[in-house]
């Protein structure tokens, strides 16, 4: 092995680094961002313009732990059956279990979609319009408490999850602690790539990328549109079996 393959060798199996992005950097990954989302993302009813606070609710809080095309596949039939938060307050707990059975978690669900559809219906459907009076509601975490404030409000805020962890840590470096919620490096990374208008169509992009490009094993590096930025690609690129997940 010659002096230069050893290098790239080590490269490969190297400690991705942490990355400082400044606006000129954050302005760019946007644009890549864009472009990308305009010819390669996903198209959902609940990213519709025409689409209503209760249906974007409703899928924002079912998205969880459940891939976004088994929702968009679920939610037309729940949709006859619960048109409104006012059909899923009025609904029998039991019935409306059963219903959400084909996504799993069907009795937590069941039970936080009740409790919220109570609480919406006492509201006359209407959002707090701050983050705090989100996650004051029942079921509304981080996540979707900060979704909401996008879809619905159409204010900037990160929407963080395992997708978009992976594509930040992979361009940016390792999260300090386990849990994404809590994690300074995370948060306040995400925050300032989505700090733009449009918003929402930032969030989905990197969703997106997360889903289809930048996936847990086996990225396709080659199409991705911020390869340029990415400490994990190049390994991929140097070394594409000692690279492994991340």
């Known amino acids: 092995m010659n002096a230069r393959t050893a290098r790239k060798t080590a490269d490969a199996h190297a400690p991705i680094p942490r990355s400082r992005l400044g606006k000129r950097q954050l302005a760019a990954m946007r ?31 079912l998205l969880q732990r459940t891939r976004a095309e088994t929702v968009a ?24 279990e059963r219903c959400l059975r084909p996504l799993g978690l069907s009795q937590r669900r069941a039970a936080v979609l009740k409790t ?11 959002f707090p319009r701050d983050y705090s009076g989100l996650v004051d509601l029942p079921g509304i ?19 963080l999850d395992t997708n978009m962890a992976r594509v930040l840590e992979r361009c940016c470096g390792p999260r300090r602690l386990a849990d994404i919620r809590y994690d300074p490096h995370l948060q ?3 925050r300032r790539l989505v700090d733009c208008m449009p918003s929402a169509k930032i969030n989905w992009a990197i969703l997106d990328l997360g889903a289809l490009i930048c996936t847990p094993r086996n990225p396709a590096c080659h199409a991705c549109p911020l390869s340029a930025y990415c400490f994990y690609g190049r390994r991929v690129l140097v070394n594409p079996r000692g690279a492994g997940a991340a």
């Open 31 to 61: 644009r890549r961002l864009l472009i990308w989302f305009c010819q390669c993302g996903r198209e959902f009813p609940w990213r519709a313009a025409r689409c209503t606070t209760y249906r974007k609710a409703v899928a924002e809080l």
């Open 73 to 96: 596949a679920f939610l037309p039939k729940f949709f006859v059956t619960y048109p409104s938060w006012r059909a899923v307050c009025d609904a029998e707990a039991a019935t409306l």
């Open 116 to 126: 919220l559809a109570a609480e919406m219906v006492a509201r006359r459907g209407r």
């Open 141 to 159: 975490g981080q996540y979707i408490a900060n979704a909401l404030l996008v879809v619905v409000h159409g204010q900037r805020a990160p929407m």
């Open 188 to 190: 306040n990374l995400s």
